[in-house]
């Protein structure tokens, strides 16, 4: 098993960046693929990115690509997403989570662990 917490969110402005940190206790975190998610309010929760536990394989939805990076530290137990030129459509809690599912890195379903969240809210 493994918990998470998420830090990093707040307000910024468009076109600011913010990293996200998703800190993991428990056993085994680099077997574990991570992702991020988010959800605003009145919908539904979206895939973000996603790592695999090596870090050479790395996932992202297509309206963050180019502009978010996810990247892991396993010897920290850490999961990060660095986010960029970030856009008022971007605000949302953001949740880190974990799985052990290869080829559905990108179904919230298929993650076992989630985080609390954290608050991002872009200001236009």
């Known amino acids: 098993q493994v918990q998470l917490v998420e830090s990093g969110g707040g307000l910024v402005q468009a076109g600011d960046s913010l990293r996200l940190s998703c800190a993991a206790s428990?056993?085994?975190?680099?077997?574990?693929?991570m992702g991020w998610f988010r959800q605003a309010p009145g919908k539904e929760r979206e895939f973000v990115a996603a790592i695999r536990p090596s870090g050479g394989n790395t996932y992202y939805a297509a309206s963050v690509r180019g502009r978010f990076t996810i990247s892991r530290v396993n010897a920290k137990n850490t999961v990060y997403l660095q986010m960029n030129r970030l856009k008022p459509e971007d605000t949302a809690v953001y949740s880190c989570?974990?799985?052990?599912?290869?080829?559905?890195?990108?179904?919230?379903?298929?993650?076992?662990?989630w985080g609390q969240g954290t608050q991002v809210t872009v200001s236009s």
């Open positions: 989570a974990a799985s052990i599912v290869y080829g559905a890195e990108l179904s919230p379903s298929m993650y076992a662990y």
């Open positions: 428990g056993r085994a975190f680099s077997s574990y693929i």
